[in-house]
């Protein structure tokens, strides 16, 4: 299984990037997704997860997130987005794609441990 993602770079607070991350070796309809990031001296977070297709879409954003960030899937090209509009010096960090069959998505949490990509940087400047 790998996972590869990409999209991230520098841009000026206010603009707006989009993640992608490549997914591979696995059906991607049963598994729940989610990105994650780490930001310099900090704990990694979960940004924003989505549950696995076939059931009831489910989403969860960080609060920091809600209204800027949308999270997507396309599972017929084993793909995960990360739409994030209005950046700010705060997101910088490294954002992380993952993937997992037991995935545990609520709107007040998500918890994705099976597999996980080695994650794109994201530098928002002021």
């Known amino acids: 299984v790998q996972l590869q993602a990409s999209g991230g770079g520098v841009v000026q607070a206010g603009e707006s990037l989009t993640l992608s991350c490549a997914v591979s070796?696995?059906?991607?309809?049963?598994?729940?997704a989610g990105w994650f990031r780490q930001a310099p001296g900090k704990e990694r977070e979960a940004v924003s997860c989505?549950?696995?297709?076939?059931?009831?879409?489910?989403?969860y954003y960080l609060t920091s997130a809600e209204g800027r960030f949308a999270i997507s899937r396309d599972d017929a090209r084993n793909m995960i987005y990360l739409h994030m509009n209005n950046l700010e010096p705060t997101d910088t960090a490294i954002y992380y794609c993952?993937?997992?069959?037991?995935?545990?998505?609520?709107?007040?949490?998500?918890?994705?441990?099976?597999?996980w990509g080695r994650g794109t940087l994201v530098t928002v400047s002021s």
């Open positions: 993952a993937v997992d069959t037991i995935a545990v998505i609520r709107s007040t949490m998500c918890s994705i441990d099976d597999y």
């Open positions: 070796g696995i059906t991607m309809s049963h598994y729940g």
């Open positions: 989505i549950s696995a297709s076939g059931t009831r879409t489910t989403t």
